[in-house]
């Protein structure tokens, strides 16, 4: 559909970034164990010559058990940070490409922005497997030269290891651990070149987690009691509670001046769902004015997480809560803990 | 300026009035928050907060748990003031 901004409302202010970008550092790291061919073939039936005949393998690297992908992204990324010579604060983007971190909240990357000594920068996990880091390097291009960010971390990182099936002669000798990191910033000449990217998600199941999460949760129930010993997500409320509605709900005052508008512009602000409770002290300590419509989707649909934001800005649009080319104040924050906050014309 | 007992009762009175309505002449010492000022968990954050911008006192989350009562509160206030 075609919609305009509303003509009494001000133009966004957008910044500009630098015109190129490139590859400032590159840091690694493996771990420390090396795995031959013989100790894969105690567990399959193969040989170190089939191996190396089928895969060119002649050996891998495991982590420690008590290793995590994070501490692996650390070693890499100060080696990357080292050679790009920059320091940890002047990063404002971490991203960490990974499928083996196993917690499925929160993403690893605020944590290893945290060891790093960043000053809090945006930071957020990518799921694309063996095209991770690649993806990573895309985004992490447009992100400068589109003035979100100057210098973007970029980790690759994989502790396959813990995922890797020692009994499965078709995989067990392929997978090794290890992470790879690169600082991305702005550039006098293309660094990058454009990437062409792409997806067959037909294919989906050529390369796969055998089973989803939830397919375990029958396996994880105690057929005495039914309790599940399952790793459902746990919550500090009042914690979160503080956090958001103090500690962080004043960067939307950034967003709206970063901009270029007022509260007065705005046509409806729409928090992400966490509880109506944040919402309401929200409101209250960012000084809202009273007469703006506020997201209240939480009340029919909860805490939808990702989809709260979307959700709510969808439902005020057709309810007509809310104008089409109107100026919408969206903020997101959650778990990592992350936040981000924008102004955005609604379509 | 570190404030005294009383001091520090009456503004935080003040701030309980301010937050959750409740008449701040029932914020009393031996009174619990929960219980007798009907204060949960989420409105005794925005209580903490408001008292360490006023008080200029620092009360982390992990500390929250243990100020059950108001005499609690004003003790934390008062040793934190130094």
Same mark, same amino acid.
């Given at each position: 559909?075609?919609?305009?901004?509303?003509?009494?409302?001000?133009?966004?202010? %957008?910044?500009?970034?630098? =015109?190129?970008?490139?590859?400032?550092?590159?840091?690694? &790291?493996?771990?420390?164990? %090396?795995?031959?061919?013989?100790?894969?073939?105690?567990?399959?039936?193969?040989?170190?010559? *089939?191996?190396?005949?089928?895969?060119?393998?002649?050996?891998? =690297?495991?982590? =420690?058990?008590?290793?995590?992908?994070?501490?692996?992204?650390?070693?890499?990324?100060?080696?990357?940070?080292?050679?790009? +010579?920059?320091?940890?604060?002047?990063?404002?983007?971490?991203?960490?490409?990974?499928?083996?971190?196993? &917690?499925?909240?929160?993403?690893?990357?605020?944590?290893?922005?945290?060891?790093?000594?960043?000053g809090g920068p945006a930071a957020f996990d990518i799921s694309a497997a063996c095209a991770g880091y690649c993806y990573g390097i895309s985004l992490a291009n447009d992100m400068i030269r589109a003035g979100s960010a100057e210098y973007?971390?970029?980790?690759?990182?994989?502790?396959?290891?813990?995922?890797?099936?020692?009994?499965?002669?078709?995989?067990?000798?392929?997978?090794?651990?290890?992470?790879?990191?690169?600082?991305?910033?702005?550039?006098?000449?293309?660094?990058?070149?454009?990437?062409? $990217?792409?997806?067959?998600?037909?294919? *989906?199941?050529?390369?796969?987690?055998?089973?989803? *999460?939830?397919?375990?949760?029958?396996?994880?129930?105690?057929?005495?009691?039914?309790?599940?010993? *399952?790793?459902?997500?746990?919550?500090?409320?009042?914690?979160?509670?503080? $956090?958001?509605?103090?500690?962080?709900?004043?960067v939307v005052d950034k967003a709206l001046a970063a901009a270029g508008v007022t509260t007065a512009d705005l046509d409806v602000f729409v928090p992400h769902q966490a509880n109506m409770r944040i919402t309401d002290a929200m409101i209250?300590?960012?000084?809202?004015?009273?007469?703006?419509?506020?997201?209240?989707?939480?009340?029919?649909? +909860?805490?939808?997480?990702?989809?709260?934001?979307?959700?709510?800005?969808?439902?005020?649009?057709?309810?007509?809560?809310?104008?089409?080319?109107?100026?919408?104040?969206?903020?997101?924050? +959650?778990?990592?803990?992350? &936040?981000?906050?924008?102004?955005?014309?609604?379509? | 300026?570190?404030?005294?007992?009383?001091?520090?009762?009456?503004?935080?009175?003040?701030? %309980?009035?301010?937050?959750?309505?409740?008449?701040?002449?029932?914020?009393?010492?031996?009174?619990?928050?929960?219980?007798?000022?009907?204060?949960?968990?989420?409105?005794?954050?925005?209580?903490?907060?408001?008292?360490?911008?006023?008080?200029?006192? =620092?009360?982390?989350?992990?500390?929250?748990?243990?100020?059950?009562?108001?005499k609690d509160a004003v003790n934390f206030i008062t040793n934190a003031q130094g």
């Amino acid at each position: 559909m075609t919609v305009q901004p509303k003509p009494d409302q001000p133009t966004l202010t %957008v910044p500009e970034g630098p =015109r190129h970008a490139r590859i400032h550092g590159l840091g690694g &790291y493996r771990p420390e164990r %090396v795995v031959t061919n013989e100790e894969i073939i105690k567990f399959i039936d193969s040989s170190d010559e *089939w191996i190396q005949q089928r895969s060119g393998i002649k050996e891998r =690297r495991f982590a =420690r058990e008590d290793e995590t992908v994070i501490d692996m992204a650390e070693a890499a990324a100060r080696d990357a940070i080292a050679m790009a +010579g920059i320091t940890p604060d002047q990063i404002s983007v971490v991203l960490m490409a990974t499928v083996t971190h196993p &917690y499925q909240t929160p993403a690893a990357a605020p944590i290893l922005a945290d060891r790093l000594g960043t000053g809090g920068p945006a930071a957020f996990d990518i799921s694309a497997a063996c095209a991770g880091y690649c993806y990573g390097i895309s985004l992490a291009n447009d992100m400068i030269r589109a003035g979100s960010a100057e210098y973007v971390l970029v980790v690759g990182v994989e502790k396959l290891s813990d995922f890797t099936d020692k009994h499965d002669r078709g995989s067990a000798f392929i997978f090794g651990d290890g992470a790879g990191a690169a600082i991305v910033g702005p550039s006098d000449f293309p660094g990058i070149g454009p990437t062409v $990217w792409g997806s067959d998600g037909e294919n *989906w199941d050529k390369i796969m987690q055998k089973e989803p *999460w939830t397919g375990l949760r029958a396996d994880m129930t105690s057929e005495e009691s039914g309790a599940v010993e *399952w790793p459902n997500f746990a919550m500090q409320g009042q914690s979160v509670f503080r $956090w958001a509605v103090y500690t962080i709900a004043p960067v939307v005052d950034k967003a709206l001046a970063a901009a270029g508008v007022t509260t007065a512009d705005l046509d409806v602000f729409v928090p992400h769902q966490a509880n109506m409770r944040i919402t309401d002290a929200m409101i209250k300590h960012i000084g809202l004015p009273a007469d703006i419509p506020v997201a209240r989707d939480i009340a029919e649909t +909860g805490n939808t997480s990702a989809a709260s934001v979307p959700l709510a800005a969808a439902r005020m649009l057709n309810e007509g809560e809310a104008p089409h080319g109107g100026l919408a104040l969206q903020f997101g924050f +959650g778990a990592g803990l992350v &936040y981000a906050a924008q102004v955005v014309v609604l379509p | 300026m570190a404030m005294n007992e009383q001091e520090i009762l009456a503004g935080l009175a003040e701030i %309980v009035n301010e937050e959750t309505g409740i008449e701040a002449d029932a914020v009393q010492m031996d009174k619990s928050f929960q219980e007798d000022l009907d204060i949960d968990s989420l409105s005794m954050m925005q209580v903490v907060v408001n008292a360490e911008d006023k008080f200029g006192v =620092r009360i982390p989350d992990d500390e929250v748990k243990n100020l059950t009562h108001v005499k609690d509160a004003v003790n934390f206030i008062t040793n934190a003031q130094g």
